[in-house]
């Protein structure tokens, strides 16, 4: 039994193309909400900067880890941290009356 080639079918074998799916940063609720009090917690502007340098070098290295491309890396982190600010601006004003409490 002749194959194609002189040498086994094991090293004809090719690895198959495959595209990674990045599941949306912007539709993990848990992880935005969880950031977004983190970042108000933190007592300093600087304290904040730091961290969220930290969560973008942990997003960063994640995507790279599983082969997502700089440019799908640089609109996921956009989406979340736009996704993040807007959570933060929700827990901030959570509870407050938009008429004020004097009614």
Same mark, same amino acid.
């Given at each position: 039994?002749?194959?194609?080639? !002189?040498?086994?079918?094991?090293?004809?074998?090719?690895?198959?193309?495959?595209?990674? =799916?990045?599941?949306?940063?912007?539709? #993990?609720?848990?992880? =935005? #909400?969880?950031?977004?009090?983190?970042? +108000?917690?933190?007592?300093?502007?600087?304290?904040?900067?730091?961290?969220? !340098?930290?969560?973008?070098?942990? +997003?960063? #290295? %994640?995507?790279? #880890?599983?082969? =997502? $491309?700089?440019?799908?890396? !640089?609109?996921? =982190?956009?989406?979340?941290? %736009?996704?993040?600010?807007?959570?933060?601006?929700?827990?901030?004003?959570?509870? $407050?009356?938009?008429?004020?409490?004097?009614?």
């Amino acid at each position: 039994m002749k194959r194609d080639g !002189d040498g086994l079918p094991l090293f004809d074998w090719q690895q198959p193309v495959v595209t990674v =799916i990045v599941f949306p940063m912007v539709k #993990r609720v848990g992880r =935005i #909400r969880d950031v977004a009090a983190k970042m +108000l917690d933190k007592p300093t502007d600087r304290a904040a900067t730091f961290y969220r !340098d930290q969560v973008t070098d942990h +997003l960063l #290295r %994640s995507f790279a #880890r599983v082969g =997502i $491309s700089e440019e799908k890396q !640089d609109e996921q =982190i956009g989406a979340f941290w %736009s996704a993040v600010d807007a959570e933060m601006t929700r827990l901030t004003y959570r509870g $407050s009356r938009p008429g004020g409490n004097a009614a």
